[in-house]
């Protein structure tokens, strides 16, 4: 068992400055964007809660927050493509103007299947909103209305990203070291 968390990073992707200018961008498009429109942020657990965190205080129109948490992943560095719900969401989204957070968009499977299900509950629209995107990894079609960043193909951690529940709470984005989860 690692102490440091730090030791098992090969290189920082993302600064927290870098972070926060990014979050400062996508703030400014999605309050431009949703003017006048009845908001509301779904937050895909657990990964996106530190982004969606930081993401609403960088808006400047009033929104609704709601969270979802799905299983995908196990413990390892692939989604499986079979999407459980594991804690749905509580407010009806009749009429509602969605944007769902997410940390990271991979194969695209759990987003797809996120989207499925949202889509039965009459929404008056839903957008996407990744912190970060590996277009290389794509299975199924899929793409965000708002990117943070895009990144190459590793493992990332850090601000809300995990290696089996470990480095959420790294203030930066780092490549993991491929030893850990080899
Ligand atoms: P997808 O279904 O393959 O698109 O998987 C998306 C989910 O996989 C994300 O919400 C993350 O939880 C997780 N994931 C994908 N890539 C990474 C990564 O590089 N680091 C940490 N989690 C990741
Ligand atoms: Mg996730």
Redesign the pocket.
């Known amino acids: 068992m690692h102490n440091s968390m730090e030791e098992d990073i090969r290189k920082v992707l993302l600064s927290e400055a870098e972070i926060a200018a990014i979050v400062r961008r996508l703030g400014e498009q999605i309050s431009r964007d949703y003017e006048g429109k009845k908001l509301l942020v779904i937050g895909?657990l657990k990964?996106?809660f530190v982004f969606m965190a930081d993401l609403i205080r960088a808006l400047s129109v009033p929104c609704g927050v709601d969270f979802l948490a799905v299983s995908?992943?196990g413990g390892g560095?692939?989604?499986s493509?079979s999407?459980k719900i594991l804690k749905d969401l509580d407010m009806d989204l009749h009429g509602c103007d969605l944007l769902v957070a997410?940390?990271?968009?991979?194969?695209?499977?759990?987003?797809s299947k996120i989207l499925e299900i949202l889509a039965t509950r009459s929404p008056r629209s839903v957008r996407l909103c990744a912190f970060l995107d590996?277009p290389e990894?794509r299975?199924v079609p899929m793409r965000a209305d708002y990117v943070g960043a895009s990144?190459p193909d590793?493992?990332?951690?850090g601000y809300g990203?995990?290696?089996g529940q470990r480095y959420r709470n790294l203030p930066y984005v780092g490549v993991?070291k491929p030893e850990i989860y080899a």
Do not use: A, M, N, P
Request: net charge negative; no cysteine.
């Open positions: 895909v990964g996106s995908s992943y560095t692939e989604s493509g999407v997410e940390d990271i968009l991979d194969s695209g499977r759990t987003l590996k990894r299975q990144v590793e493992f990332v951690v990203l995990d290696y993991l």
